[in-house]
């Protein structure tokens, strides 16, 4: 069965600081992974999405790294701001078949920035 | 660009009346999909339709849950009777292009409470 753990499942941390998020899957045939903001009240914006063949990928102060071998990413914050506080989702997409795409999602992590 | 619009935003009901979430796709966009948020369970597919044609409701919890999709550019997901349980963030999705990214754009939400 697929899945996706996110872990810590929520985290306080003080404006300025960075801050490490983790997500371990498994999903296969694994096709992409995707990392979401979701700020209260709204719906999950795309935030990165890595491919197989790809180790690192930024966005900013968002850094995302992926590890196809051990199946582990992780979401790596820089200088957080308030604006940072929602929670992170992460998303893994399996191919299955027909050109149809299976998502798993994890059940994110809630991260509050704190003056 | 206005992206994915659900309405209405908030809905309160009492336990046994029918409820109604609607969904404005992003024009162009093929597929759309229906998602369920909760603390517990966090984004759950309850169905999805491509070019207006229901390919997967797997997802739905029961026959009391019903969606349609009558042309592109509206979908429905009906609850009759409600009940407490179905309390939840219930998105909208569509897969496509949209802005600067390629992939799923959310709508808002509506945050049902079912008393």
């Known amino acids: 069965k697929n899945q996706v753990e996110q872990s810590p499942q929520s985290l306080i941390i003080l404006e300025g600081k960075n801050c490490t998020l983790q997500?371990?899957?498994?999903?296969?045939?694994?096709?992409?992974l995707r990392w979401y903001k979701q700020d209260t009240g709204r719906g999950p914006v795309s935030l990165t999405i890595m491919t197989f063949s790809e180790n690192t990928k930024s966005n900013g102060r968002y850094t995302a790294t992926l590890d196809a071998d051990t199946k582990q990413s992780s979401l790596h914050i820089t200088a957080s701001q308030l604006s940072d506080s929602a929670s992170y989702i992460c998303v893994v997409s399996a191919y299955s078949g027909a050109g149809s795409y299976q998502l798993t999602f994890g059940k994110g992590t809630k991260l509050s920035v704190i003056p | 660009d206005a992206g994915v619009i659900q309405s209405p935003r908030h809905e309160v009901t009492e336990m046994g009346q029918e409820v109604t979430l609607r969904c404005k796709p992003i024009s162009g966009h093929n597929s759309l999909f229906w998602y369920r948020q909760t603390m517990m369970r966090g984004l759950e597919l309850l169905i999805y339709f491509n070019n207006n044609v229901p390919i997967d409701d797997s997802g739905m919890p029961e026959d009391r849950f019903s969606a349609k999709m009558p042309n592109a550019s509206f979908s429905t997901l009906k609850i009759q009777p409600s009940e407490p349980r179905d309390s939840a963030v219930y998105f909208c999705a569509t897969w496509g292009r949209h802005l600067t990214d390629y992939g799923y754009t959310f709508g808002s939400g509506t945050r049902l409470t079912v008393v």
């Open positions: 997500c371990n899957y498994t999903v296969s045939p694994f096709s992409n």
